[in-house]
C-alpha cells in the first residue's frame, strides 16, 4: 500500500500501539516527531538534512557522532565545512579521488542497476553534473541557463514548476555521462586554483530560487562539496546491497 500526499492531515496526530513494521518513509517531513516506548530494531534512517539539526535517542543527540563516524568511512569529508580556498581544494580532490575509485571499480553491468527506487551509479553521476551546473555555473557564475541536458534533477522538480524541457528525455550512453561529468569536475578543480578568501566571501543569489538566502560563493562550494560526498555515500551502499 502506498500513501501519497502533500496534504498536512497527520500533522501533530498521535498513533498507539500501531504497527508500521516494514513500512517506508520516504521524502516525509518528520521534524519534531516524538516517539516513546517504540520498537527501533532495524530501524534505517537516512537524512540529507540530518546535520542541520538534532536527532535525539534516548536523551542523547546522535548527529555528531553520525557525522564524526562518516568522516572516518570517507577521509576528507570533513572538509566540506572548509572556510579557506585551501582547505576547499584539498576537499576538493579528496571527493574526486574517492568517486574515482568508485566508478573505477564498479563492473559495467552495476552501472545502471538500482536498488528499489534510489538512482542508479549512471543517474548519480547525472545528478552531480547537474549539481555543479547549478551552484557553479548559475549560483556562482551567473549563467542563465547554466544546466547540461543530461542533468538528473531531483524528483518532483517538475511539480514545482523547474523547465523540464531543458533535460534529456533518453537516458546517455554511459561513456557520454562520464566525458561530461570530467568536464564539470575540471570547472571546478579550475574556479578552485585561483579562488581567493575574498571571492569565497562574495555573496550570490540561490541557483534554485526563493527564499531569502543569498549565499556566498563559499557556500556554493560547499553545497557541491556536500552533494559529492553524501551521493558517494548513497551509491556506495547501493553497491554493496547488489554485489
Not at 557525522?67 to 572516518?72: G, H, I, P, S, V
Not at 553534473?129 to 555555473?137: F, G, P, S
Not at 530560487?209 to 551509491?235: K, N, S
Request: hydrophobic share 40%.
Amino acid at each position: 500500500m502506498t500513501i501519497s500526499s502533500d496534504t498536512p492531515e497527520f500533522e501533530g496526530a498521535t498513533f498507539v500501539r500501531t504497527s508500521f513494521r516494514g513500512a517506508t518513509l520516504r521524502s516525509c517531513d518528520v521534524s519534531g516527531v516524538t516517539m516513546r516506548s517504540v520498537e527501533v530494531g532495524g530501524l534505517d534512517i537516512d537524512s540529507h538534512d540530518l546535520f542541520f539539526g538534532s536527532l535525539v535517542v534516548n536523551g542523547v543527540d546522535v548527529v555528531p557522532f553520525v557525522d564524526a563516524e562518516l568522516n572516518r568511512q570517507f577521509p576528507g569529508r570533513e572538509l566540506l565545512k572548509a572556510q579557506t580556498p585551501r582547505g576547499l581544494r584539498d576537499g576538493w580532490v579528496a571527493v574526486q579521488a574517492a568517486w574515482e575509485t568508485t566508478v573505477t571499480n564498479t563492473s559495467p553491468e552495476l552501472v545502471d542497476a538500482h536498488v528499489e527506487d534510489e538512482w542508479s551509479l549512471a543517474q548519480t553521476l547525472r545528478h552531480l553534473v547537474l549539481a555543479t551546473d547549478a551552484w557553479l555555473r548559475g549560483g556562482i557564475m551567473g549563467m542563465e541557463q547554466p544546466f547540461h541536458e543530461i542533468g538528473q534533477i531531483f524528483t518532483g522538480a517538475a511539480e514545482m514548476g523547474f523547465d523540464m524541457s531543458i533535460f534529456r528525455a533518453d537516458p546517455p550512453a554511459f561513456e557520454g555521462i562520464l566525458a561530461v561529468r570530467a568536464e564539470r569536475q575540471q570547472l571546478v578543480t579550475d574556479f578552485l586554483a585561483t579562488v581567493t578568501p575574498e571571492l569565497l566571501a562574495e555573496q550570490r543569489d540561490n541557483p534554485w530560487g526563493g527564499g531569502d538566502w543569498h549565499p556566498t560563493v563559499g557556500d556554493c562550494v560547499r553545497v557541491i562539496l556536500e552533494e559529492e560526498w553524501a551521493h558517494l555515500r548513497y551509491v556506495r551502499r547501493d553497491l554493496a546491497l547488489m554485489k
